[in-house]
């Protein structure tokens, strides 16, 4: 079952946005930082944590309601050569024929996806699915157009690598 931040949040959703506009700010700080030579070391809140605790017991709190047995989550494993290979599919469709436009597009995409903890995330989610006796699945997941779309492509993985271990 897909659910947006935004539904698995819920009253929490400004934590998420104001963790995001931290971790943007302190980003422009570190580059301006470097730029002028000085130290870029700057602290974290522990927000970016807190977050991942809260969503994580989304997870599990939606997991439960719908009587789940296990929870399916995407292995990382080349993670980087499957987003470098999609960001590059999409610099070209962006910008054909512009070799300066698709590095643009590359850097400004890199940077958005490459704000989030994935692992620190689905550890989370792997602990408080100990705690609730919840079995995790980690399948590979394929690429698909929209998060829907690979939540449910993970799903059908998970299912059909369950399939093949039984036969």
Request: proline share 2%.
């Amino acid at each position: 079952m897909y659910r947006s931040l935004r539904q698995l949040l819920g009253k929490d959703y400004p934590l998420f946005l104001r963790q995001r506009r931290e971790q943007g700010k302190q980003s422009h700080d570190r580059h301006k930082a470097q730029r002028q030579g000085r130290n870029n070391q700057f602290g974290t809140s522990n927000l970016g944590e807190h977050v991942d605790r809260l969503l994580a017991k989304a997870v599990i709190t939606t997991a439960q309601h719908y009587d789940a047995g296990s929870i399916a989550i995407p292995k990382l494993d080349n993670i980087r050569e499957i987003l470098q290979a999609e960001i590059q599919s999409k610099a070209e469709q962006k910008a054909p024929g512009s070799v300066e436009g698709q590095k643009r597009y590359t850097r400004q995409y890199k940077s958005s996806i490459h704000k989030w903890s994935y692992g620190r995330l689905l550890d989370q989610i792997s602990s408080k699915a100990a705690q609730a006796g919840l079995v995790i699945e980690a399948v590979k997941q394929p690429w698909q157009k929209t998060a829907g779309e690979m939540a449910k492509a993970v799903a059908v993985a998970a299912y059909e690598s369950r399939q093949a271990i039984v036969s």
